[in-house]
């Protein structure tokens, strides 16, 4: 799983509650990803930043909110109007000099009741 | 837009025979193409990319894909399998103007003794 660290590894929360998922890299990447992974549906973009304070909406950006405040931090909120939350949530990051594989996380695994 | 099929679900094979997971692209521009593999309840793993030049490229672990701009497909092979190799694979593309990577819906790979 590289320089890339998520915690926690399993998380269970109460509907109607905000819960924030931690990824943190060593690589000196200044691009990260937020995917999400359900079963038969491989991995969808929530959202991805290029640069410190800037990020940009993936394909299911709704009821997700994401900060980067530091290069090596891209922590993502899930939010109460996030309809159906329970998911594997997956951090990348990856270099933008040429093209470059994205490294993973170990990954989040959220439920909400 | 760019989209990525994985058309099986499920690959078996035995252990010391051949084996190949599939994946066909479709993309505006020139595709950037990649593989990675997923262990249960793990993060994705790089497994080998095609930029540009030979079309047959080598990865880890005794992976290869070849690239058939015709067929516009890059099937991932491996000579002998091992029951090691059982896993979840994933195809993904990158359209040379955006740094997003578009999954395929992942084949199982099932490695019999």
């Known amino acids: 799983d590289g320089g890339i660290t998520q915690s926690p590894k399993y998380l269970f929360r109460k509907e109607g509650q905000n819960v924030t998922l931690s990824c943190e890299q060593n690589?000196?990447?200044?691009?990260m990803y937020w995917y999400r992974q359900d079963p038969g549906q491989g991995l969808r973009l929530i959202y991805y930043?290029?640069?410190?304070?800037?990020?940009q909406k993936g394909d299911i950006a709704e009821g997700y909110s994401v900060s980067r405040e530091k290069k090596e931090s891209f922590p993502l909120t899930v939010t109460s109007a996030q309809k159906n939350p329970t998911a594997f949530y997956l951090c990348?990051?990856?270099?933008?000099?040429?093209?470059?594989?994205?490294?993973f996380g170990p990954g989040t695994r959220l439920t909400v009741t | 837009a760019q989209s990525v099929a994985q058309p099986e679900d499920q690959v078996n094979v035995a252990e010391g025979n051949p084996l190949t997971v599939k994946c066909t692209y479709s993309?505006?521009?020139?595709?950037?193409l990649f593989w990675y593999v997923q262990y249960p309840n793990r993060g994705l793993q790089f497994l080998l990319k095609?930029?540009?030049?030979?079309?047959l490229v080598k990865g880890s672990y005794g992976f290869e894909a070849e690239f058939n701009k015709s067929q516009t497909s890059f099937h991932l092979k491996k000579p002998s399998a091992l029951v090691s190799d059982s896993a979840l694979y994933f195809c993904?593309?990158?359209?040379?103007?955006?740094?997003?990577?578009?999954f395929g819906s992942g084949t199982r790979l099932l490695v019999r003794p």
């Open positions: 930043s290029q640069i410190v304070n800037d990020f």
């Open positions: 993904a593309v990158r359209e040379d103007s955006s740094y997003k990577l578009i």
């Open positions: 990348a990051s990856s270099s933008l000099a040429g093209v470059n594989e994205q490294y």
């Open positions: 095609y930029i540009t030049g030979d079309n």
């Open positions: 993309v505006s521009g020139n595709p950037y």
């Open positions: 690589l000196n990447h200044d691009a």
